[in-house]
């Protein structure tokens, strides 16, 4: 089983319609990444976290450390949303590693 | 947010040959520098971190003398790619952080090495 698993791994939706992306994870961590992966490759870190919540525009991102679960939601989806959104942790104990979930492709439709 | 940059962003080279790929931090100090890989579909997988003036720690199964890590100053990292072969080809990303875990890690482009 990996430490990191999301849900769904493949999610399409309408333009406008609200998305929830979850990440369960099984190890004790530090704190919580979630990044975003354009077709071309390129990685933008959309939020690191370790309690609570933070907003970004249409994005909001929730941690429970205490379920070991973190969920990434966008509202009013855009086709331009359309990446793979991956989850990573950082491991407890004072490692600096990220350690990935595999990933949740989104297409958004117009 | 910070910016980290690589180069190439796609490179081709033949079976054999080698190729070293460039990470740099534009507008912050990288105390830390991480490599990844990844295949297609898949995860991405750390390669090996490499701390400033430090030798850098490879991830278990990563050969240290095939991919050469180089983390010479505090804006700049390369990798190397020695003698490569078509099973290396793959995306190669870096990602660097200024301070400690607490600091983010930004992330490069990637570079898409295929060798033939």
């Known amino acids: 089983k990996n430490e990191v698993e999301q849900s769904p791994q493949n999610l399409t939706a309408q333009e406008g319609e609200f998305i929830t992306i979850n990440c369960s994870y099984s190890?004790?961590?530090?704190?919580l990444h979630w990044l975003q992966q354009h077709p071309g490759g390129g990685i933008v870190s959309l939020f690191m976290?370790?309690?609570g919540k933070k907003k970004h525009g249409r994005l909001i991102a929730t941690i429970n450390i205490q379920e070991k679960h973190s969920s990434l939601h966008i509202t009013a989806s855009h086709p331009r949303d359309s990446a793979v959104y991956i989850c990573?942790?950082?491991?407890?104990?004072?490692?600096?590693?990220?350690?990935f979930g595999k990933g949740t492709k989104l297409t958004v439709n117009p | 947010g910070a910016v980290v940059s690589q180069h190439p962003s796609r490179v081709i080279c033949k079976s054999g040959t080698s190729v070293k790929i460039e990470c740099r931090s534009l507008?912050?100090?990288?105390?830390?520098m991480f490599w990844y890989r990844q295949f297609p579909k898949q995860s991405l997988m750390l390669m090996a971190t490499?701390?400033?003036?430090?030798?850098?720690?490879?991830e278990q199964g990563v050969e240290k003398d095939k991919f050469l890590i180089n983390h010479a100053s505090l804006t700049l990292s390369t990798l190397t790619v020695t003698s490569a072969h078509p099973e290396d080809s793959s995306f190669y990303i870096c990602?660097?952080?200024?301070?400690?875990?607490?600091?983010?890690?930004?992330f490069g482009p990637g570079t898409r090495l295929t060798v033939t």
């Open positions: 490499s701390n400033e003036g430090s030798k850098a720690t490879y």
């Open positions: 190890v004790g961590i530090s704190a």
């Open positions: 990573a942790v950082i491991l407890q104990g004072g490692s600096e590693k990220l350690v």
């Open positions: 976290l370790s309690s």
């Open positions: 507008d912050f100090q990288a105390t830390t």
């Open positions: 990602s660097a952080r200024g301070g400690g875990w607490r600091d983010e890690q930004y």
